[in-house]
């Protein structure tokens, strides 16, 4: 059985542009996202270059990473940057009290996150310490990264082998000041975001975005406070929210072995973006009608119990179909959204919750999910074009979903591209789309799919789940039909 599906793509009704952004990645310091994951000392006999690890450094540079966000998560409002600075011998040795306890060295610090983006070519993303650090503080880390001056802070900076300042493009003021960024109410956090941006100073003729730490998914009143009393003190107002399987934080299903139902409850779970980007994107408009603060989605992705017998405060999970399916829903939820989502990070870049990629000490492999983002690649920077996709819903007990989510853009050659997800883990859907616009004749693309819902790569086989080339799609006049697989992924070009 197939589910059919219709849509009209209105190529000659250009929306908003995908902000490269979009496809950024969230790499905080838990578990081993950074150590190991990325940075592994340039003694160790993992091949890397100034201690990044060659391997991880070649696949992020193949997706094109456009941007990391830094050094947390609850991490950031623990972290004090003085810390991670200087001599690496020298630096103090801490207690990673939010991420298993374990003990942090300070070796992966400002030069090295900095220097990691300006290796990978993506922007920079720091997340600075509202909870437990000062404006102060933040204030001099801002100045030790961005300043050109000869100020002592800034030669602190030339001293510790960089002389010109880096680009500081995006700079947030806490995280989850809701919770683990200090367990704040709305209001008083909001005195203080308007208190730490105005010492968030960058030289004249630089421009740093301000991101304000925003809600907790529907916690709509946060997002209402906030934007009351700071909409014009704040470039950006982020949104967390994770896909949960179960709906339970307790158990949140492990990543592997589940059945249907889990796979229904999940896209049920995840599909919940599109509400949640809805509801806080109107109340914005309320205050900034004009759309110039971005929302910003800067903590997402699917979130497993650990892998057994691993660490559970290092949130290291497997990656399958599953996943590869939630990661594309949703970067279609955001390029419908391009208006106001002007950048995302996914939780997170290696080795912890929703990654690109894992690793096992020299042993590297790409998940999944890192092959929705090499598919999606052709959507960043591309402008959207509406898409109105009419679909039966694929039901399993009380979840229920349209079957197939959809996005297209335009690339700046002018080249239309065409995301189609198909979330049935049994049937095959035909979509067939009225092109109005486009000038392309064919189309052709690559695919993700699997034969199972929980396939994945491992060490040993690291390329089961892999993009293929997709033949099942032709434009005949101004139809578009294409017959997607059960639980696939698939990006077309329209030529
Ligand atoms: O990504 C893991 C954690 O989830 C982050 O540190 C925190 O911001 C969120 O609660």
Redesign the pocket.
């Known amino acids: 059985a197939q589910t059919a599906v219709t849509g009209a793509l209105r190529a000659d009704q250009p929306g908003a542009v995908i902000q490269p952004e979009v496809y950024g990645q ?1 790499a ?1 310091h ?1 578990g081993r996202g950074i150590y190991e994951g990325v940075w592994v000392g340039e003694d160790s006999k993992i091949p890397n270059t100034k201690g990044y690890r060659n391997d991880v450094v070649a696949a992020l540079k193949q997706i094109h990473v456009p941007v990391v966000r830094w050094p ?5 409002d623990d972290y004090h940057w003085r810390e991670g600075i200087g001599p690496r011998d020298k630096r103090p040795t801490k207690v990673n009290v ?2 298993g306890g374990v003990e942090e060295p300070n070796s992966f610090g400002t030069n090295e996150f900095m220097d990691f983006a300006e290796l990978i070519g993506a922007k920079t993303y720091v997340a600075g310490n509202v909870g437990s650090g000062t404006p102060q503080e933040m204030a001099e880390w801002v100045e030790y990264m961005v300043s050109p001056t000869k100020s002592t802070i800034a030669n602190q900076r030339r001293a510790n082998g960089r002389d010109k300042p880096w680009k500081l493009d995006f700079f947030g003021v806490g ?2 000041n809701w ?3 200090g367990q704040m109410t709305a209001a008083h956090y909001t005195n203080l975001y308007r208190n730490f941006a105005e010492f968030v100073r960058v030289p004249a003729g630089t421009n740093t975005v301000k991101v304000a730490s925003g809600p907790n998914a529907e916690d709509y009143a946060w997002t209402e406070t906030l934007m009351a009393g700071a909409a014009n003190n704040m470039n950006a107002l982020s949104l ?1 929210y ?1 896909t949960i399987p179960t709906g339970s934080w307790k158990d949140k299903g492990s990543a592997t072995e589940f059945n249907e139902q889990l796979w229904a409850d999940t896209m049920v779970s995840t599909m919940r973006m599109e509400e949640l980007v809805t509801k806080h994107s109107a109340i914005m408009d309320k205050y900034d009608p004009e759309k110039k603060v971005g929302l910003y989605v800067d ?1 997402w992705g699917i ?1 497993h119990n650990v892998e057994p017998g691993t660490n559970p405060g290092f ?1 290291y999970q497997q990656n399958t179909m599953r996943d590869a399916v939630v990661a594309g829903v949703n970067l279609n939820i955001f390029h419908k959204h391009a208006d106001r989502v002007r950048l995302t990070a996914i ?2 870049m290696v080795n ?2 929703q990654a690109m990629i894992l690793t096992d000490k020299e042993k590297m492999v790409l998940t999944p999910t890192y092959w929705v983002y090499d598919l999606y690649k052709p959507f960043q920077g591309a402008t959207s074009l509406p898409l109105e996709i009419s679909s039966p819903n694929y039901t399993l007990g009380k979840s229920s979903v349209p079957a197939v989510s959809a996005s297209a853009a335009r690339d700046t050659a002018g080249v239309v591209h065409l995301a189609l997800v198909n979330v049935d883990p049994n049937k095959s859907a035909t979509v067939t789309i009225k092109l109005t616009g486009v000038a392309g004749k064919a189309a052709k693309g690559r695919v993700l799919t699997a034969s199972t819902m929980a396939a994945h790569n491992t060490f040993d086989a690291p390329n089961l789940v892999k993009p293929a080339a997709f033949t099942n799609a032709s434009i005949k006049g101004d139809v578009l039909t294409a017959t997607l697989p059960s639980k696939s992924v698939v990006v077309l070009d329209l030529n």
């Open positions: 969230f905080e838990l947390g998560g609850c991490f950031a939010m991420w995280n989850e919770g683990c960024g967390h994770y903590e979130w949130l939780a997170q912890v919750l």
